[in-house]
T-cell receptor, first 111, second 111 residues
């Protein structure tokens, strides 16, 4: 079945550590996105990529980095520069901005 | 600045009631508007998409309307069921890439 796979589902980070969240899709979608969701709030866009080897900052890119070396993969690194990284992270992919698929999410907690 | 607002933030109804969820957006230059469902700790599932040129979309017991001139969309759920309990998010898409999400309406349908 086609879809988006995020891993890990739960992740704990110590202060000062970088962590990487994985996002893989087998839908052959060109566009992929990372969103952050905080309790009681809507999703906010971190980074997006419309094509391999290209990506753009979203509204809250500071403290995050991404890469898009393969069409299927769009990993997100939460760096130590991100001051408040505890959140629920969602990856999405899209074709023609009409059909959207979201992963199951990764919950990151800073210890 | 594009903003999306959803009211109410939470709603509790007895099973069988018809209900309306509201979404408003500040910038009417949307590409499309989508309604999503999110179960606790999960990703988003697309329910209905309304293109900017459309007025409404229907799927089963769900009907979504769009009024661009007033910056409003509504999601109507007929004959609600306990399985409808979830958080419902609306999102306005601008520039083919950027979704702006509301903070959601948490629905509880009591048996």
């Amino acid at each position: 079945d086609g879809g988006i796979t995020q891993s890990p589902k739960y992740l704990f980070r110590k202060e000062g550590q970088n962590v990487t969240l994985s996002c893989e899709q087998n839908l052959n979608h060109d566009a992929m996105y990372w969103y952050r969701q905080d309790p009681g709030q809507g999703l906010r866009l971190i980074y997006y990529s419309q094509i391999v080897n290209d990506f753009q900052k979203g509204d809250i890119a500071e403290g995050y980095s991404v890469s898009r070396e393969k069409k299927e993969s769009f990993p997100l690194t939460v760096t130590s520069a991100q001051k408040n990284p505890t959140a629920f992270y969602l990856c999405a992919s899209s074709i023609s901005a009409v059909e959207w698929f979201f992963g199951e999410g990764s919950r990151l907690t800073v210890l | 600045k594009q903003e999306v607002t959803q009211i109410p933030a939470a709603l509790s109804v007895p099973e069988g009631e018809n209900l309306v969820l509201n979404c408003s957006f500040t910038d009417s230059a949307i590409y499309n508007l989508q309604w999503f469902r999110q179960d606790p700790g999960k990703g988003l599932t697309s329910l209905l998409l309304i293109q900017s040129s459309q007025r409404e979309q229907t799927s089963g017991r769900l009907n979504a309307s769009l009024d661009k001139s007033s910056g409003r969309s509504t999601l109507y759920i007929a004959a609600s069921q306990p399985g409808d309990s979830a958080t419902y998010l609306c999102a306005a898409l601008y520039n083919f890439n950027k979704f702006y999400f509301g903070s959601g309406t948490k629905l509880n349908v009591k048996p």
